[in-house]
């Protein structure tokens, strides 16, 4: 019985000899690299959590710039694009012709229109530039700045908001008003050249028509204190446009005098156009002015004069802050290189 248990074992150990020092020294090493590993891996996940608070304030200051940088861009884009379309109105009301004023008023409906896209596409991206802020933890060391943030964001929706609102009420003024009564004149000049009385009243009966109905549709719009005397001198405009209307065509209603040497009823009632177009002189220049305040570089600066001092500053700010931290960069990448 012990015999064959004795047996047993000894072909126990053939099936399973004893490891060679080569095997010992393999599975050693294996041993000890895995410890290393562990060991490296520990040091590393100590050392990414060491450095987290750095990486979180890397990532701030980099969003915080770059919706900076991004916001001061789409702004000054804007405010380029208002010069472009107050040269292209100026061209139009200088020609000072009746027939232009359609080509006028289109080109200046669409400026407006293009415009207020424009401001709206930049509102929404100063919307999304504050909301990206808060997408992240603010770091302690920050939390100032992205106060300051916060509040150039708000100040510069503002600013933007009545600039929307203003441009806006153009749009509406300029729908009041429409096509054939965008330019200030009291006639055209061809329309004297053959002297035709029907011809005259008709054109006077339908202008006349025309003032009537934007004069109702002024007088229900609500002007910011901004528009109040641009209104007025439209008002004005309109309301001379009637009176000399009227007396043009009730002097036409009436027949001409027999007497030769008199003059004639077309001739009478180009007289009262003469001093009405007097009366009429200074009013192109100032709607001229008013309308361009609205496009203007300089007038749009000023809106914004605040916003820009205000970016200013966090401007250098800004600049300080990502200096300093290219400096932490550079620092820790020298210790752990």
């Known amino acids: 019985m012990l015999v064959c248990s004795y047996k047993a074992y000894l072909r ?6 004893k490891k060679s020092v080569l095997q010992k020294i393999i599975l050693t090493f294996c041993a000890v690299l895995l410890v290393i590993t562990g060991i490296i891996s520990a040091l590393f996940f100590y050392q990414y959590n060491l450095e987290a608070p750095i990486r979180a304030e890397n990532q701030y200051v980099e969003t915080a710039e770059s919706g900076f940088i991004a916001t001061k861009q789409s702004i000054n884009e804007m405010l380029d694009a208002f010069n472009v379309a107050g040269a292209k109105i100026k ?30 596409t930049v509102r929404g991206n100063v919307i999304i530039q504050k909301n990206q802020l808060g997408k992240f933890k603010t770091p302690q060391k920050f939390e100032k700045i992205n106060q300051e943030l916060l509040s150039f964001y708000g100040e510069t929706t ?15 003024l300029l729908m009041s008003l429409g096509p054939n009564l965008y330019l200030p004149v009291l006639s055209e000049n061809t329309l004297w050249q053959d002297g035709k009385n029907e011809e005259i009243t008709a054109y006077y009966q339908s202008l006349k028509s025309d003032a009537n109905e934007a004069l109702a549709r002024l007088s229900r719009l609500d002007p910011p204190d901004e528009f109040t005397s641009h209104v007025k ?3 004005a405009y309109l309301e001379l446009l009637v009176k000399t209307a009227d007396a043009i065509t009730n002097i036409l209603s009436q027949k001409d ?12 009632a180009y007289q009262v156009l003469s001093e009405a177009n007097k009366e ?13 305040k609205l496009f203007s570089v300089k007038e749009n600066l000023e809106k914004f004069a605040a916003v820009k001092i205000h970016q200013g500053s966090l401007e250098r700010k800004l600049n300080d802050i990502s200096r300093e931290q290219t400096q932490i960069r550079t620092y820790e990448s020298g210790r752990h290189p």
């Not at 126990?12 to 000899?17: A, S, T």
Request: hydrophobic fraction near 30%; aromatic fraction near 6%; avoid cysteine.
């Open 280 to 292: 009429n002189a200074a009013l192109p220049e100032k709607l001229l002015s008013q309308k361009l």
């Open 257 to 268: 005098d027999q007497n030769g040497e008199n003059p004639t009823q077309v001739e009478k």
């Open 91 to 120: 061209i139009f009301d200088n020609l000072k012709e009746g027939s232009a004023a359609a080509s006028g008023f289109s080109t200046s409906l669409d400026d407006v229109n293009r415009n207020i896209s424009n401001i709206e």
């Open 158 to 172: 503002s600013a933007i908001d009545k600039l929307y609102n203003q441009h806006k009420f153009a749009r509406d």
């Open 12 to 17: 126990h150990l053939e099936k399973n000899p």
């Open 233 to 235: 001198a439209q008002t």
